[in-house]
């Protein structure tokens, strides 16, 4: 923006503001003050380009030399209205969920009030004078920015590399400090100098109500009062501090979008391309112990009627499954079947008002559900990776690539800054970045989808995790990169006997990396059977039928894409029964009424379905309007 004339023109303007709040009492302080009789309330003239007031001093002077006092107790507030601010909107982070909605609700309240109201009631509150006034604008622009700063950083805190920071166990005060206000820096600086527009405005109000600054001292507000009740004399005496207002606030208003850009120009230009994958977890020294112990029945992750519900919603419905050391296994299933819950369950990344229980649920050895809350990210920290899918949002944008990847190092290798850094770069060299020691210094948005999911996968190398969950990470890739992340993961696994769980919507990735499928419907696993016997040897109806609607070279290009009829079953109402029978083409009424469990059949495959040993007529239709995936 300082690049544009506006931009230019705004800076200059800001400069002046500033440079006449240092220079002005300097250079003109004396003649400000200098009394004379012999010309009270002169009008404008060659002599006195504003005229005087009623002891004969110099308007103009007075106005110049008033901008220290205005500029700088506008600032006083804006910064008070700002720290304040940021400290009620950040407490829902830091404080957790229950304290941080009663801070929420009062920030609610209270910016109900209209600011200038807020203003007057502390100012009379705290007294008149500057001293009352500075606090009285301050706690009055608090709740709007508070406001802002929760909403912006609800965002943030949403996204994956806040999840992915937490899983590595990054302290609630170092995720907000790292990863939430840098991001949200941009926006919050340009409120803030447009606040110290505002207040700008509202001191000289109140000055000019007579509760700002006191005699002697003067600011334009006081200026603009004292000119006004001569306005029909000497107009410009109420003019001049008048036009210093406007001026001065524009300065403040228009300045902000630059300086915004010259601290966070990273956020506003990081683009979409390709998925990623997030965070990382390293291994400390104990986690070999627990290896050892896992390695005793060679079980990563132990989960037994597992649910996550939100209120009287049950989106996953009791599912049970087990990881050994180097096993990948995929979850397959219509969207909204329950696939990312489990994963986030299994994170321990499903936030309130959800609700995760389960009859087991062990990670190398530990109860999850009975490690105390604090000690969780510690434990997941040191063994699980997390890969996401969404580009956007896996990497923070406003951090170099080396220095993320550094940071797990930091956390849980209690490495120092410069080693954490170089294995940083041997990281992204092992996942085949060219020239990595640059890259390493690059930002996320300089790098292709492709590379950051990499990148990431290399962030999980940081340590030696035990389990990789990757939700969906080749999704926004192209073909090509597709396959070389694929493969990579592959490799990871293959070179460090490392778990992988991957949800996909897409049998063919699931088919190309794991070694077992579990078919997720309405928040059930209704099949679990090995990859090999994924094609041919599927036994439940509503695997063959996601089968059948995924297209391959023999399929007729001239007839329509083949769907499964009617959608997907609804968390909040799954129908009596089993929830696949309102589209199985086998159901019976015992269907509708029974809901079938998931049943070993002896030959390494689980199956829940009635009619699982009957060969079914094809339950595919033809697409149809309003119908499908
Ligand atoms: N925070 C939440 N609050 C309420 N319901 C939720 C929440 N998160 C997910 N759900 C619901 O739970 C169900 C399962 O969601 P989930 O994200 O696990 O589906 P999925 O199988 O991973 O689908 P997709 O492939 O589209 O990601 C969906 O119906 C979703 O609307």
Not at 258 to 280: E, H, L, Q, Y
Not at 422 to 451: C, N, T
């Amino acid at each position: 923006m300082l690049r544009t004339p506006v931009g230019m023109a705004t800076a200059v303007l800001l400069g002046v503001v500033l440079l006449l709040a240092v220079v002005a009492p300097l250079l003109w302080g004396g003649r400000a003050d200098a009394v004379d009789t012999a010309h009270i309330l002169a009008p404008a003239s060659a002599e006195h380009w504003a005229g005087t007031d009623n002891l004969g001093r110099d308007i103009f002077f007075r106005v110049l030399v008033a901008t220290r006092t205005s500029v700088w107790l506008a600032l006083l507030s804006t910064g008070l209205g700002v720290a304040v601010g940021l400290l009620l909107g950040t407490a829902p982070l830091l404080l957790g969920p229950r304290l941080g909605r009663l801070v929420t609700a009062a920030v609610n309240i209270a910016v109900a009030f209209p600011g200038l109201l807020l203003a007057l009631s502390f100012a009379v509150i705290f007294g008149a004078g500057a001293s009352g006034a500075v606090p009285a604008i301050g706690l009055a622009i608090a709740p709007g920015f508070a406001r802002l700063t929760q909403t912006l950083a609800a965002t943030v805190a949403g996204r994956d590399f806040v999840a992915a920071a937490r899983i590595a166990g990054v302290g609630r005060v170092r995720v907000l400090l790292r990863h939430v206000l840098p991001n949200i820096a941009e926006p919050l600086l340009v409120n803030a100098t447009m606040a110290a527009g505002g207040s700008l405005l509202a001191f000289a109000g109140l000055s000019f109500l007579g509760l700002g600054v006191q005699t002697p001292g003067y600011d334009w507000g006081r200026l603009l009062g004292e000119g006004l009740n001569g306005i029909y004399l000497n107009p410009a005496a109420a003019l001049v501090p008048g036009v210093a207002v406007v001026l001065a606030g524009l300065a403040f208003n228009l300045v902000g979008e630059a300086a915004a850009k010259a601290v966070g120009p990273r956020t506003t230009t990081a683009p979409a391309r390709g998925a990623s994958v997030d965070v990382a977890a390293p291994a400390e020294r104990r986690g070999a112990d627990r290896a050892g112990v896992a390695g005793q029945d060679d079980a990563v992750l132990v989960v037994e009627d597992l649910r996550v519900s939100f209120g009287p919603v049950t989106p996953v419905r009791g599912v049970g499954f087990t990881l050994r050391r180097g096993e990948a296994v995929g979850i397959v299933g219509e969207s909204g079947s329950g696939k990312s819950l489990t994963a986030l369950a299994v994170a321990q990344l499903i936030e309130q008002p959800g609700h995760v229980a389960a009859r087991r649920l062990e990670f190398l050895g530990d109860d999850l559900l009975r490690t105390p809350p604090r000690a969780r990210p510690r434990l997941l920290g040191t063994s699980l990776t997390m890969v996401f899918q969404d580009p956007m949002t896996s990497f923070n944008p406003v951090q170099r690539i080396g220095r993320q990847l550094a940071e797990v190092a930091e956390q849980h290798l209690g490495q120092r800054r410069g080693p954490a850094l170089a294995r940083a770069v041997d990281r992204l060299r092992a996942v085949r970045i060219p020239g990595a020691a640059r890259r390493a210094r690059q930002f996320p948005h300089e790098f292709s989808g492709g590379m950051r999911q990499r990148a990431m996968i290399g962030m999980g190398l940081m340590g030696e995790p035990k389990l990789i969950i990757a939700d969906e990470p080749t999704t926004a890739l192209d073909v090509t990169v597709q396959r070389q992340v694929l493969s990579l993961l592959a490799e990871v696994r293959a070179a460090d006997d490392v778990a992988v769980l991957l949800i996909s919507h897409d049998l063919g990735v699931v088919e190309q990396v794991c070694d077992r499928v579990l078919v997720m419907y309405a928040g059930r696993f209704v099949e679990d059977l090995p990859v090999a016997r994924l094609r041919g040897g599927a036994r439940h109806p509503y695997t063959r039928a996601l089968l059948g609607a995924v297209p391959d070279l023999a399929t007729d290009r001239d007839q329509p894409l083949v769907v499964i009829p009617g959608r997907p079953a609804d968390p909040a109402a799954p129908p009596p029964g089993c929830a696949f029978a309102p589209r199985c083409p086998l159901a019976d009424d015992h269907c509708g009424r029974a809901d079938p469990a998931l049943v070993d059949d002896g030959s390494g495959g689980r199956v829940a379905c009635w009619h699982a040993d009957e060969r079914p007529e094809p339950v595919l239709s033809a697409a149809t309007e309003g119908e499908g995936r």
